[in-house]
């Protein structure tokens, strides 16, 4: 496969309409204080996009089909969350339902 200069320009274009929505709002908001009701509020916004991936995953919702639990996944999740709450640590909860995942596949 050719690298065309049409290709390149195609790259640099994506690259940069995807790297200017995630840095313009700091650029604006750079020299503001912002109000404590929108910092808390902010802070809000990884744990609801997180939320929002693992209900996605947990859930099986195939088309014309009642939307049910994907149990290989529930039964991962479980654990992962506990490992999750008691250690606190990122590392050690993704290691650790990488781990129970492949045990949940391996014997189902």
Do not use: H
């Not at 149990?71 to 290691?95: D, G």
């Amino acid at each position: 496969m050719t690298t065309t200069s049409y290709m390149v320009w195609l790259i640099i274009g994506c690259a940069v309409v995807t790297w200017l929505p995630r840095v313009i709002p700091f650029i604006f908001v750079r020299s503001v204080i912002l109000p404590d009701v929108v910092l808390k509020w902010l802070s809000f916004i990884p744990v609801c996009i997180l939320s929002a991936l693992v209900i996605e995953n947990l859930l099986d919702a195939e088309s014309g089909q009642v939307v049910t639990l994907d149990w290989p996944i529930f039964i991962t999740f479980v654990p992962t969350l506990i490992i999750a709450l008691l250690t606190k640590s990122l590392s050690i909860t993704v290691v650790a339902g990488v781990i129970i995942m492949a045990a949940v596949r391996f014997f189902m």
